[in-house]
């Protein structure tokens, strides 16, 4: 439900450019990258390596390019970072975005983004048990069995260069902007087609 | 077909452990903050009472605190009042019987509370178990309290640990107390024996915290709280994609009849 409340704030300011006049809408894109979530706050291995260098975690993705004025543009998106899946999972992971961008134009092949996103963490759990190792004996242990999303809102800055209909672009997240203790960064890199309406 | 395979193998194919719940019933606390205390009569052989509540704040801060996608707050609650039998008591469940059956027991607390105990029963009579957690006080499905045992046994390894790894088994034990079991990934806090170095939370633990704990931010007012579904998310995602391209082609036609009438 939030998530159609949400879709449906993007459509009325897509609207409402929409109105400005006909050429408001300049069109829509497609954008495939990875996504990185928690840069650097994750333990990866038994050694103490934190998640500091690229990891791949496929995420695609769809928006539309709204002109403002000359040099500002409104950019509703919405991303998701694909689930990892094996024979074995019992959680299902997805991390969707909701993203609002404000595009400047610096020059024609670069673009300074800011905004927020509703980040959501989905984790769609299907039950069962495992039996664990607990101290010197084994125990069993509960996957869980609900779906449940936390929803945070981001502050989002990025980069983005433009050549004919593509862009590269990396974009940021910041987690719990006003909690210093909690506050975490996450990023993604995309590739962007774009396409004129 | 075969290029479709090749791209879905690539993108889906890739490893991935699961957190694990300590209870079938997904049990967390009710409360997003939760007060983390010594309990006040505990006597330790490896460290002083002062010693235990300073590894407090470390445990939590560097590890479940850190969490920006889970609303748990833990607190530093320094010491508690006296726990009746904390040092030598049995840890029971509430629901078990037999466990209670066996003798003088710790009786149900409030938050978590940390102590040194040397029934050996509570660790199957091993000085090689570190710690046990129980959460042993429910409201419904909600944890209202849980105990963590240190072992105090004489012999025990705990007290051959270093600070920072004490503050490991403390932090694992939390998370035992919150209702997370055990991880298969190594990388995780979840793990069931001690790492080399412990620096961070795994994804795992992350993850768990998260799915327990979920944030449920209300953007600025616009809207309400997220409920828990059994709705998959395949769905959903399916749901929000045909959206964007319903809305996308809305908003295309729309162009196309606007200029059609300003020709």
């Known amino acids: ?170 974009q940021t997240y910041t987690y719990q902007v006003f909690k210093e203790e909690s506050r975490q960064i996450s990023y993604s890199l995309f590739l962007t087609r774009y396409w004129d309406l | 077909m075969k290029k479709i395979l090749l791209f879905g193998l690539i993108i889906f194919a890739t490893s991935s452990f699961a957190f694990t719940l300590n209870n079938n019933f997904g049990a967390a606390f009710k409360s997003k903050t939760v007060n983390v205390q010594v309990a006040g009569n505990s006597n330790c052989s490896s460290v002083t009472p002062e010693e235990l509540a300073s590894m407090i704040g470390p445990a939590i801060d560097d590890f479940w605190n850190r969490v920006s996608t889970s609303s748990l707050r833990l607190k530093d609650g320094g010491f508690s009042g006296p726990i009746a039998n904390i040092s030598n008591g049995i840890l029971c469940p509430p629901t078990d019987s037999d466990c209670i059956g066996q003798g003088t027991t710790i009786p149900p607390v409030k938050g978590i509370i940390i102590g040194c105990n040397t029934n050996g029963s509570n660790f199957s009579s091993s000085s090689a178990v570190l710690a046990v957690t129980v959460p042993n006080h429910f409201s419904g499905n909600a944890i209202v309290g849980a105990v963590i045992l240190i072992n105090d046994i004489p012999g025990n390894i705990f007290s051959q640990l270093s600070r920072n790894e004490q503050i490991s088994v403390i932090a694992h034990e939390i998370g035992h107390a919150i209702g997370l079991g055990h991880s298969k990934d190594d990388a995780a806090l979840m793990y069931y024996r001690t790492v080399d170095h412990r620096e961070r939370l795994g994804q795992d633990d992350i993850d768990g915290v998260s799915y327990l704990y979920p944030v449920k931010m209300d953007a600025c007012g616009l809207m309400g709280t997220i409920e828990e579904t059994k709705t998959p998310p395949f769905f959903t995602t399916v749901g929000a994609l045909l959206l964007m391209i319903l809305m996308s082609e809305c908003l295309r036609l729309f162009k196309r009849a606007k200029r059609s009438a300003t020709l």
């Open chain 1, 1 to 170: 439900m939030k998530t159609l409340t949400f879709l449906t704030i993007l459509l009325s300011f897509s609207c409402w450019g929409q109105i400005k006049g006909p050429d408001s809408i300049d069109g829509w894109q497609l954008h495939f990258g990875t996504h990185a979530q928690n840069f650097n706050d994750v333990q990866t291995n038994s050694s103490g390596q934190l998640n500091d260098t690229f990891e791949f975690n496929p995420t695609i993705g769809a928006g539309l390019n709204i002109p403002l004025t000359t040099n500002w543009k409104f950019l509703p998106e919405m991303s998701w970072v694909l689930p990892k899946l094996n024979e074995d999972s019992r959680i299902i992971k997805n991390i969707f975005f909701f993203r609002a961008d404000f595009a400047y134009t610096l020059l024609d092949w670069l673009w300074l983004r800011a905004g927020t996103s509703f980040a959501i963490l989905n984790q769609h759990g299907r039950g069962g048990k495992a039996t664990l190792n607990n101290g010197n004996e084994t125990s069993e242990f509960y996957y869980p069995d609900e779906n449940h999303s936390s929803v945070n809102n981001t502050l989002d800055l990025g980069v983005e260069l433009l050549y004919d209909k593509w862009s590269l672009r990396l």
